[in-house]
């Protein structure tokens, strides 16, 4: 088991112990996510894997409390919000921009990458360093601007 699955359940069983509904609720879903990976997968999660299936939680979670704020229900932002600081705790510090520049130039420079074709190639070298620690998708935009 991955330890960040087993920093997971530990929580899940201090959030019982101290009656926290909300944070329970937010823990078990994320547990169920895991669960339902490995079903559907027939796998057994890893911490790299791990950090994606929050990586993506955490995206939702914000994309959806954007579309509450911009549709006018506060109380339900907020809850999103609430739950995205709960899965936040579980998610590496985040990388600051100079060292997100730093992986991207260090990927270009290993992929002999030259323009926005070879895109993918940088991609793939610098996601699995991000992953979980940065917005992939500032990432992407980055990328598409050192390559034009």
Do not use: H
Not at 63 to 87: G, M, T, V
Not at 132 to 138: L, N
Request: hydrophobic fraction near 45%; proline fraction near 1%; charge should be negative.
């Amino acid at each position: 088991m991955s330890e960040l699955k087993k920093t997971i359940a530990t929580a899940v069983k201090d959030a019982m112990r101290a009656k926290e509904k909300a944070r329970l609720g937010v823990l078990r879903m994320v547990q169920a996510e895991f669960k339902r990976i490995e079903v559907d997968e027939r796998i057994e999660l890893d911490d790299a894997r791990v950090l994606v299936v929050l990586d993506k939680m955490l995206k939702q979670r914000k994309d959806s409390a954007q579309q509450f704020r911009d549709a006018d229900r506060i109380d339900l932002a907020e809850q999103e919000e609430s739950e995205s600081a709960i899965i936040q705790e579980f998610l590496p510090a985040a990388l600051s921009e100079d060292e997100v520049s730093a992986i991207i130039d260090e990927a270009i420079q290993n992929s002999g990458a030259e323009s926005a074709r070879d895109m993918g190639k940088v991609m793939a070298l610098v996601k699995p360093q991000i992953q979980g620690r940065g917005d992939m998708g500032a990432v992407s935009q980055l990328v598409k601007a050192k390559l034009s």
